[in-house]
C-alpha cells in the first residue's frame, strides 16, 4: 500500500502541475490581454511562470503552515518576541540597538548645528 503510494505520488504531481498550468494560461489569455494590453502565452510559458511563483512566493499549507521562506521566518520571530517576558523584550531591544544602531541618532547633523557650519566654503571665500 505503501509502496503505491510512493510509486504515484510523482506522477499526481505532474498531473496538478500540468492542470494548474493550463488553467493559469487560459486565465491568461482570456483576461490579460484585454485588461494590460499584454501578449497571449503559450503552455510552457505558462507552466514557468507558475513555478516561478511558487517559488517566490511559497507553497502554501494546512493552517497557515507554509507560506515564502521569509515569512515562516518572520512569524517564527513574532511568535518568539511574544513568548519573551518583559525583561527579556527590553534586553533583546537593547541587544539590537547596539548591533544596528535603531533609534539611535547618527552625526552631528541630528543634533543641529549653525548655518556657517551646514554652508561649505566657495573659492571666494577660501581666496579672501
Not at 9 to 25: H, K, N, R
Not at 65 to 71: E, F, I, L, N, Q
Not at 77 to 94: C, I, Q, T
Amino acid at each position: 500500500m505503501r509502496k503505491a503510494k510512493f510509486i504515484l505520488m510523482p506522477f499526481c504531481f505532474a498531473g496538478i502541475l500540468a492542470v494548474m498550468s493550463l488553467a493559469l494560461m487560459l486565465l491568461w489569455n482570456a483576461l490579460l490581454p484585454d485588461i494590460l494590453h499584454v501578449t497571449t502565452i503559450n503552455y510552457w510559458q505558462a507552466m514557468g511562470i507558475f513555478v516561478l511563483s511558487k517559488i517566490l512566493f511559497g507553497f502554501g499549507g494546512p493552517r497557515g503552515g507554509g507560506g515564502a521562506p521569509w515569512m515562516r521566518k518572520k512569524r517564527m520571530m513574532e511568535e518568539k518576541f511574544r513568548n519573551m517576558s518583559p525583561d527579556e523584550r527590553a534586553r533583546f531591544k537593547e541587544q539590537w540597538q547596539d548591533r544596528c544602531g535603531w533609534g539611535k541618532r547618527r552625526g552631528d547633523w541630528s543634533r543641529g548645528f549653525t548655518e556657517q557650519q551646514a554652508a561649505p566654503e566657495t573659492h571666494q571665500q577660501k581666496a579672501e
